[in-house]
């Protein structure tokens, strides 16, 4: 089986910084993209960042100069550095990614979720 674990999220202070971790384990062949999204009550959850295996990345405009997505693909961590952050980034954050393991049919891609860690900024 195969599992993300996150780990970083808490309470900061508006203009504060963390730094979310996601840890992928179990077996598999590799991990391509992987990436975080947030989600609040009654909305749904959305892309903040993504990281390509080759490590190009992508981020949502509202984080965009504030955030930044990295990965070590010795280690099969993801990161998130969060700075200059707001009360607008109050959410849970979860982190995702697509991994190719073996099966009976060769290697195939899943795709997987962390169980999330809350990130609230107060003002």
């Known amino acids: 089986q195969v599992q993300l674990v996150e780990s970083g999220g808490g309470l900061v202070q508006a203009g504060g910084s963390l730094r979310l971790s996601c840890a992928a384990s179990?077996?598999?062949?590799?991990?391509?993209?992987m990436a975080w999204y947030h989600q609040t009550p009654g909305k749904q959850r959305e892309e903040v960042a993504t990281?390509?295996?080759?490590?190009?990345?992508n981020y949502a405009g509202s984080v965009k100069g504030r955030f930044t997505i990295s990965r070590d693909n010795a280690k099969n961590t993801v990161y998130l550095q969060m700075n200059k952050l707001e009360p607008e980034d109050t959410a849970v954050y979860y982190c995702?990614?697509?991994?190719?393991?073996?099966?009976?049919?060769?290697?195939?891609?899943?795709?997987?979720w962390g169980s999330g860690t809350q990130v609230t900024v107060s003002s």
């Open positions: 995702y990614a697509i991994i190719v393991r073996s099966t009976p049919a060769g290697g195939r891609t899943f795709q997987y």
């Open positions: 179990g077996t598999f062949r590799s991990i391509e993209t």
């Open positions: 990281i390509t295996s080759g490590g190009n990345t």
